[in-house]
């Protein structure tokens, strides 16, 4: 697969960012295989914000690591931009990573002895960038967390919010079209989760960033524009969040009369 974007085969109306239909994923063979996803049907249009939540040995984890390519299903079709992708090789998937999506983990997955500018620009290193392209896009991603002035710090010499910071523009500055957060607060103290969680709907609200997180913290879910739910390898439920979407539209309008009181 090529580093250009996928251009959807029909050329008619634009399909879901991301389609899931009927996917399966098999750990094991035989009497131990394990059913991790049963059959999981998912639509994800671009610009949303989706919770992604369930109990321990839910699917939750499974159905993140296939939305990010992580992980190829046993079965099933996963359509990214309308592009079949589930039949991908291992160092394609590798390339649809790199040019569309950005992660973020729990632990915060820092070079130690790196500064937070040297950390940020790393995807942009492994992709060929010249050092003056790397230099500015780091910090203007760190600029885009609240870390401008923080470059030449090491992590050790940081907060956790700010390790996860840094992390978070690591994520960002290659410009993802999808950041996957894989439980983005589960390490930090109930402020700094806030500071995180307003980050993460900062992106995505004002840059259009498509955000995928996988919680099992209701108060962090209620910062997502969209709620699912797994249980048993399946879907449960998927419900949108009213109360996020309120807000949205507010600051919208708030956003709207500005201009027109500058205008």
């Not at 992708?85 to 590798?94: F, K, P, S």
């Not at 050790?156 to 960002?172: D, F, K, W």
Request: charged share 25%.
């Amino acid at each position: 697969m090529s580093e250009a974007a996928p251009q959807a085969a029909d050329g008619g109306a634009s399909p879901p960012l991301i389609r899931l239909r009927n996917i399966v994923k098999v750990y094991g063979e035989g009497g131990l295989a394990f059913k991790a996803l049963k059959g999981v049907d998912l639509d994800i249009a671009q610009g949303e914000f989706v919770a992604i939540m369930g109990p321990s040995g839910s699917g939750k984890s499974t159905a993140m690591n296939t939305l990010g390519c992580l992980d190829r299903p046993t079965a099933g079709e996963y359509l990214f931009k309308g592009v079949h992708v589930e039949g991908l090789d291992r160092d394609e998937r590798a390339r649809l990573r790199r040019r569309y999506f950005g992660f973020v983990f729990q632990g915060f997955h820092l070079l130690p002895r790196t500064t937070a500018q040297e950390n940020v620009e790393l995807p942009l290193l492994y992709r060929g960038e010249s050092a003056a392209q790397r230099h500015q896009a780091a910090r203007r991603a760190l600029e885009a967390v609240g870390l401008n002035g923080w470059e030449h710090h090491t992590p050790a010499e940081l907060s956790g919010g700010q390790q996860q910071r840094v992390a978070i523009a690591r994520a960002i500055v290659s410009n993802p079209v999808v950041l996957l957060a894989d439980e983005p607060t589960g390490n930090l103290d109930t402020q700094r989760s806030e500071e995180i969680m307003e980050l993460l709907w900062k992106l995505n609200h004002e840059q259009g960033i498509t955000v995928l997180m996988v919680t099992h913290e209701p108060e962090m879910a209620a910062y997502a524009r969209r709620i699912v739910r797994f249980k048993d390898g399946l879907l449960d439920t998927d419900v949108p969040n009213a109360s996020v979407m309120l807000r949205a539209a507010a600051l919208s309008a708030g956003h709207g009369l500005a201009q027109g009181r500058e205008g």
